[in-house]
């Protein structure tokens, strides 16, 4: 089983910047899909970005201004936000695949990490 534990989120004022980790068991960054997601109240929960054998790719509302990076050796999954957004409040949730290239279908979920930025 797989097991996924994020860190790091809070409160920030527009413009601010927050790191996401995402810790996974052991080997489980290593050639696997792996992503965070976003739900907003009220709303579905959306990709932010995500990461496998084909590269990274970013949701439009939050390229430029999010990096998704990985550090196999400590099986740790990053999401470096910078110039936050009030729209880019809500709960964050890292995410991994069975398989080397992302299909749309999570197989393993954190429990979430609250990001809230404010005017």
């Known amino acids: 089983q797989v097991q996924l534990v994020e860190f790091g989120g809070g409160s920030v004022e527009a413009g601010g910047s927050l790191r996401l980790s995402c810790v996974a068991s052991s080997r489980t960054t290593r050639g696997r899909c792996m992503g965070w997601f976003r739900q907003a109240p009220g709303k579905e929960r959306e990709v932010v970005a995500q990461?496998?054998?084909?590269?990274?790719r970013y949701s439009e509302s939050v390229e430029g201004r999010f990096t998704i990076s990985k550090d196999n050796d400590k099986n740790t999954l990053y999401l470096q936000m910078n110039s936050l957004k009030p729209e880019d409040t809500g709960t964050y949730f890292c995410?991994?695949?069975?398989?080397?290239?992302?299909?749309?279908?999570?197989?393993?979920w954190g429990q979430g990490t609250q990001v809230t930025v404010s005017l």
């Open positions: 990461s496998d054998a084909r590269g990274t």
């Open positions: 995410a991994a695949e069975r398989r080397t290239e992302c299909s749309g279908f999570t197989d393993y």
